[in-house]
Every structure is written in C-alpha cells, then in structure tokens.
C-alpha cells in the first residue's frame, strides 16, 4: 500500500463523513492530517501504530485507522459509510466541479443514484430548477459527465507505461520463446491510452498459457482467438491485446503497430508502400524495411504521416531530445504557494536529481484559489532565494514567477515587482470558458507583455478530466516567434500542453521551447519525462528546449533577454 493509496482512503472517508452530514471538525481532521503527511518521505505502510500516533497532526483514531488499512487495505468505519451510499453517488465524487454540498443535494433532494441518471436530469432540464444550480452550473455539470463518459476507458499515458512495464517485466520473467514487443499507442507515446498492445512470435498455446497464468491480467476468452489474445488490467479499464505472429513476419507485424495510417500509406511513386513492404517482404528489422523505402529510420514515436516522412525522405531527421539533455528545472511551486514541499526542499531534490537549477515559479496574487503570493510574500522568497543560492552554490535557484494572466491578457503585478524575476512563465488558471478569439487575444496580449519569458499551459486542458479552451495556434506562436518569448510543454501527464501536433510549427517559426515539470512536489520532478516524450513526438532537438543551457548560459541568456527588452 503506497502512502497516496491510504491518503485516498482517508479523503474519501472524510468526503463520506461530510455527505452524511458529520461534524465538520471531525471531517476537517482526516485532510489535516492527509496535508500534514502528504510531504513524508517515509512509508507509512512500514511504520507501527506507535509511530503513526507520534505523526503531526495525526491523532489517536486517525492511527489506528492507517494501521487498519495497513493490516487489511480498508477501516471498518470506512466501508460502513460506503455500505450507506450508492457506487453512483461516490463516482460523483470525481466530476469536476460537483462538490459534496451538491452531491447531497442531487442525492437526497432529486434521489439521483448515479451518473446516468445525474445526465438525464442536466439533459431534461431538472437540476437547473433546484435551488444553488441554475442553467450554467447544469451544463457544466453535463459537459463534465459526458467527458468522463468519452474518457471513461483511457488512461493518462504515464500511468500506462508503468503497466505496460509491468507486463514486460513478467513476459521476461516467463522466458518466452520467439520474440515479443510492445507496440501501439505505448510504443507511439499517445498522451491517453486505452490498450496495451503486444507482437509476439511465440506460439499460440505458450502465449495463452503465459497470459492466462498472470494474476494482474483478466483474459476476455470470447475476443481472444486463433491470431490474438484479448483481455485487460484488473482493476483498470487498459486493455491487453497480444498479436500473434510468425517468426519471419515479426519486425513486420511490429511496424504495422507501430505506426499511424498515414505514416504506414506512405510511398515513392510507382513503390510499394511502406504497409506493403512489411507485410509482405519479411525483413528482418524495421531499419530495413525504412531502407527498401528509400527513407532514413523513424523513431515509433514520430510515426504519425507528417512532417516526419518529408525529412526521412531527404534523410534530414533531425536528432531527437533527450531526458538527460535537460540541464535544469524551470517551473515548480513550494510551499509559498500551493506546492507541498518548502523552496529548500525542492532546491534539494532538483539538485540530487542531477540537474544544475531550479527556476521558482510560484503562483502570482490573483490566483487566490492556489494560494498566489502579495508583493510582501514575494520579497519574502526574492531573500530566501538568494540566502539558499549562498548555501547550495554552485546549485542555482533562478527567481521566477507563473504569473497569472489575467481576464484583459495583463500579468499580475505591477512593472517594479515584476522587474525582479530573472523570467516569467505567464499562464492563464481563472475565467477558462472563453471563445476562441478571446483567448487568443489574451494570450497574445501576455505574449506581447515584455515581462513574460514563456508562455504557460498554453491551453489549460486536463487530460480525461476537461478540455482546452480553443485557441489559434498559429496566432499565439507566431505572437511568441514575434517577441522572441518561449512555449512551454508542462510535462504533468494530466497536461501535455503545448500538444506535441503543434511542436513542429513552433520550431518551424524559431520558438524554444522548454520542458516543465510544473511540480507541486518533490515526486514528481522525474515527470520532465513525459514532456520529452510530447516533444520528441515533434521533433524537438537539444538547441530549441531551452532548459538544455547549464545553469551558467541559462543566467547569461535571462540577463540579456531583459536588457533586450529594456528591464
Ligand atoms: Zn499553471
Ligand atoms: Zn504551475
């Protein structure tokens, strides 16, 4: 049991405790508690109800509750309240903007069960009649829910990969014969993903047997077949597909899966097509298929028919981004803002991650909901930051800001405030349903600011969770080739954002762009990762991601760029 496991429990116990009308202390205890641990490198699942009771702000009947969950991954208290309260009711827990006051109105006023039903009242116009709802609050509701419908059997990428790794791990584990590999949307680095795919060669009963023997797999016997076995993740919506092939068809089968339609259609006239080579040549390697096409090898993440096969064409790909390229971090928050761990705490953990900076980027005095810094609490940080820089050096903490932009596209704090940080990363977190000319307008508007360095978040999306609002790519990124300002790609797996489909027109125009992790906390610095995926999907290079400079070339380019622009 992992510690965000038992936190999870623990939240959910107190939201179950507000819905059914407990008192508010008792309920405020469990996410004291929860926020009190949430920065504790320790696991809890090893430490004994002794230890648990000697925790900050974990009482006594909180403890016992975590050594309950340690000895049997539940608390009697907790599966009372679920006991009480409909699967439905609790999955409305999950829909954006549905708090628990409301729940407890659609539950107990309009005896509304589940999700569906909750869809049915927005779509027939009944929630709207209820007192504390009305006709906005009704569609948002409905657009969350049929979101979460689209999005129902998908999965951030992130978490993905780590089941995908999983089932390699075990198929290794088995010594297989023949050879497997994972393909599809895990191989091509799709931002959300709904299936685990896999090529195999080896043959049809040991596969099966493989398969069916692994205790996280569940087989689905009616899809699965002469040429393929069909299941799925237990516990999860991922699906398993595994293909069977012969051995000389292998590197055949696994670039047919490794490929968009696009990317597989394409030929030199009067040539076989790319698809047709692999199906039916029988080469040995995907290099060699590449070579009887007459293009260079692409990677299975550029695979997309685009840009990638002019470049292979003329043998001009270029070479990809790597993780280890990135020299430094320049977007995260502390706990000046809504981050969890101090500034010293997350200097330290960039620092022994290997990276040579940190870039401060805490929420500015607008984003009242994230905690945003006044002007007092930003000289605060300015001072901390250079004491720190005196104790880490040669570490670097670089002073920034994510400031917001706000409603009319200006940043949030006046020039003299704003003139202290070494950069700015604008970004827009309030007033998110706009049209596309608005939002287009406000972000070229920041761009144009001259404080801003990089533009945030470009289209505030939570992936599987809410979309973007619209915005005109080309406007905003030849706004920011025109003012000489980055782009960022915010590597959280919930973002992704910039999209990778715009990364190539970004590099076409001469924008950098920088990878940013946009950590709340320590764990997740390592997620720059994922933002290297994004940007080696369109062709990023090492020269334009900006946090590739050491921190030495980094300052250098932030204090020119502010003479430049007259800072
Ligand atoms: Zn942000
Ligand atoms: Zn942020």
């Known amino acids: 049991m992992t510690n965000q496991k038992i936190f999870d429990l623990l939240k959910l116990h107190a939201s179950l405790l507000e819905l059914h009308g407990e008192n508010n202390f008792k309920v405020r205890s469990y996410h004291t508690a929860v926020f009190n641990m949430e920065t504790l490198a320790e696991s809890l699942a090893d430490m004994s109800l002794k230890e648990l009771q000697g925790l900050e702000g974990v009482g006594k009947a909180i403890a016992t509750k975590i050594d309950d969950i340690n000895q049997t991954g539940t608390f009697k208290q907790l599966e009372e309240f679920r006991a009480k309260t409909p699967e439905g009711v609790i999955e409305m827990m999950e829909i954006d903007g549905l708090g628990i006051k409301k729940i407890k109105v659609i539950w107990e006023e309009l005896q509304i069960e589940s999700l569906d039903a909750l869809l049915l009242a927005c779509e027939t116009d009944q929630l709207s009649q209820v007192k504390g709802f009305g006709q906005k609050t009704q569609e948002n509701i409905r657009q969350a829910l049929l979101y979460r419908k689209a999005n129902a059997s998908r999965l951030h990428y992130a978490k993905a990969e780590i089941m995908a790794n999983q089932l390699e791990a075990y198929l290794k584990e088995q010594n297989l014969s023949g050879q497997f590999q994972i393909v599809g949307q895990i191989r091509r680095k799709f931002n959300v993903v709904d299936e685990v795919q896999l090529v195999a060669s080896t043959p049809h009963d040991e596969l099966f047997t493989t398969l069916n023997g692994c205790e996280f797999l569940e087989p689905n016997t009616k899809a699965s077949g002469l040429f393929a076995w069909r299941g799925k993740f237990k516990d999860s919506p991922l699906k398993v597909e595994a293909r069977l092939c012969a051995a000389d068809d292998f590197a055949g089968e696994v670039f047919i899966h490794s490929a968009s339609p696009g990317h597989l259609t394409y030929a030199e006239a009067g040539m076989p097509t790319l698809f047709q080579i692999a199906q039916k040549d029988k080469l040995a390697t995907e290099e060699a298929i590449y070579q009887k096409a007459q293009l260079a090898y692409v990677v299975p993440e550029m695979r997309e028919g685009d840009f990638e096969l002019e470049l292979a064409k003329k043998n001009e790909l270029p070479t990809l981004l790597e993780t280890a390229d990135i020299k430094g971090i320049l977007h995260a928050h502390s706990t000046y803002s809504d981050g969890k761990n101090t500034l010293e705490e997350m200097a330290v953990a960039v620092r022994d991650a290997g990276y040579e900076y940190l870039g401060i980027t805490d929420h500015s005095q607008s984003a009242f909901y994230a905690n945003g810094l006044p002007v007092g609490r930003v000289l605060d940080?300015?001072?901390?930051?250079?004491?720190?820089?005196?104790?880490?050096?040669?570490?670097?903490?670089?002073?920034?800001?994510?400031?917001?932009?706000?409603?009319?596209?200006?940043?949030?704090?006046?020039?003299?405030?704003?003139?202290?940080?070494?950069?700015?990363?604008?970004?827009?977190?309030?007033?998110?349903?706009?049209?596309?000319?608005?939002?287009?307008?406000?972000?070229?508007?920041?761009?144009?600011?001259?404080?801003t360095t990089m533009l945030g978040h470009p289209t505030g999306r939570i992936l599987l969770r809410r979309e973007g609002y619209p915005v005109n790519h080309e406007k905003v990124i030849d706004a920011c080739a025109a003012n000489d300002v980055m782009i960022e790609i915010n590597a959280s797996p919930w973002r992704l954002d910039i999209d990778w489909q715009w990364v190539h027109y970004a590099l076409k125009k001469g924008v950098k762009l920088s990878i940013n992790p946009d950590s709340h906390e320590v764990g997740t610095i390592g997620e720059v990762y994922y933002g290297v995926c994004v940007g080696r999907k369109g062709g990023l290079t090492k020269e334009m991601t900006l946090n590739t400079l050491g921190a030495d070339a980094i300052g250098q380019f932030f204090e020119e760029r502010k003479k430049k622009k007259g800072i």
């Open 381 to 451: 940080q300015l001072k901390e930051i250079d004491e720190l820089n005196a104790k880490l050096a040669p570490f670097k903490i670089f002073k920034g800001m994510e400031s917001d932009i706000i409603a009319d596209g200006g940043l949030d704090y006046d020039d003299d405030i704003l003139a202290k940080f070494d950069f700015i990363i604008a970004s827009v977190h309030s007033g998110l349903k706009m049209s596309e000319e608005k939002a287009t307008t406000r972000l070229i508007k920041a761009v144009e600011n001259p404080y």
